[in-house]
């Protein structure tokens, strides 16, 4: 059974600084892209990071370009979101995704629970 499980996730003030893991189990995780998305109250998910199978190759939503870097350790079947110079609009519930794709097309199968992020003072 494939299983995501978020973790990290709280309370900071604005500026500071979070990291988010996500433990996969159930599936060969060094085969797979993996994403992270989040969804703040009232609004829909917003894609915010991916990286490919071995964590070569990342890529950023623009809102968190240059303060989040996702990692990914192969070893130890888990999947990092580094969060840095938090802002208030980066409240929303986190989820980690497992990525498929077909031809161009980039999807998610697998989803973890979520973990609530909230920046305020």
């Known amino acids: 059974e494939v299983q995501l499980v978020e973790s990290g996730g709280g309370l900071v003030q604005p500026g500071g600084s979070l990291r988010l893991s996500c433990a996969a189990s159930?599936?060969?995780?060094?085969?797979?892209?993996m994403s992270w998305v989040r969804q703040a109250p009232g609004k829909g998910l917003e894609w915010v990071s991916r990286t490919n199978s071995g964590g070569g190759s990342t890529s950023y939503a623009d809102s968190v370009k240059g303060r989040f870097t996702i990692s990914r350790d192969n070893a130890k079947n888990t999947l990092y979101l580094q969060m840095n110079s938090l802002k208030p609009e980066d409240t929303a519930v986190y989820y980690c995704a497992r990525v498929v794709t077909t031809g161009w097309v980039w999807s998610y199968d697998y989803w973890g629970q979520g973990t609530q992020v909230t920046v305020s003072s």
């Open positions: 159930g599936f060969t995780f060094s085969n797979y892209a």
